[in-house]
T-cell receptor
Framework: DVKVTQSSRYLVKRTGEKVFLECVQD?????MFWYRQDPGLGLRLIYF???????EKGDIPEGYSVSREKKERFSLILESASTNQTSMYLC??????????????FGEGSWLTVV | GEDVEQSLFLSVREGDSSVINCTYT??????LYWYKQEPGAGLQLLTY?????DMKQDQRLTVLLNKKDKHLSLRIADTQTGDSAIYFC????????????FGTGTRLQVTL
């Protein structure tokens, strides 16, 4: 059974704290993604990675960075958390190659509240 | 830029058909997808359609694509309470098929 695991489901952090959101996939996928989901805005891509140590900015990278040191792990980092980063964060992964039907598998999400 | 729009909410009675609509602006969109998100869970791929198709059917699900109007719909026949969820429309292009642009999501409420 395919699995994308986000280690923290619910976090509460203070403004200015450094926050790490971890994601691990066990499918040997090349591509990994971080999205944030907000009501009325849908999912917006923050960063994605198509290989180890490779990363590309998505649509809303400001205030975030990522790390992909190993193929199975993709970390999202908030260097200095702010209240407008309170959101649900979704990690996803897929095989490489530009074919539809390379199903993108999602984790269950991490709810982050910044106070 | 790319834009994918959906209405935010739909309520239907159990046993009726649900039709969830989506419009997109990018004419170079090549693949169009429907995802389902149940409460407290991530997104699950329901179905996808290539832009050179106009219809795809899979059991209770029918996807219709009007490429001229850039309109995509998902019809769920005999809607059940277990179909209550948020449904996301998404699009991607052939050259970047892994990068999806998602709509705002439509919350489907199924009433008894």
């Amino acid at each position: 059974d395919v699995k994308v695991t986000q280690s923290s489901r619910y976090l509460v952090k203070r403004t200015g704290e450094k926050v790490f959101l971890e994601c691990v996939q066990d499918m040997d996928h090349e591509n990994m993604f971080w999205y944030r989901q907000d009501p009325g805005l849908g999912l917006r891509l923050i960063y994605f990675s198509y290989d180890v140590k490779m990363k590309e900015k998505g649509d809303i990278p400001e205030g975030y960075s990522v790390s992909r040191e190993k193929k199975e792990r993709f970390s999202l980092i908030l260097e200095s958390a702010s209240t407008n980063q309170t959101s649900m964060y979704l990690c996803a992964s897929s095989l490489s190659g530009d074919r539809a039907g390379n199903t993108i598998y999602f984790g269950e999400g991490s709810w982050l509240t910044v106070v | 830029g790319e834009d994918v729009e959906q209405s935010l909410f739909l309520s239907v009675r159990e046993g009726d058909s649900s039709v969830i609509n989506c419009t997109y602006t990018d004419s170079s969109s090549t693949y169009l997808y429907w995802y389902k998100q149940e409460p407290g869970a991530g997104l699950q791929l329901l179905t996808y359609i290539f832009s050179n198709m106009d219809m795809k059917q899979d059991q209770r699900l029918t996807v219709l694509l009007n490429k001229k109007d850039k309109h995509l719909s998902l019809r769920i026949a005999d809607t059940q309470t277990g179909d209550s969820a948020i449904y996301f429309c998404a699009e991607s292009k052939r050259t970047t098929a892994s990068k999806l642009t998602f709509g705002t999501g439509t919350r489907l409420q199924v009433t008894l």
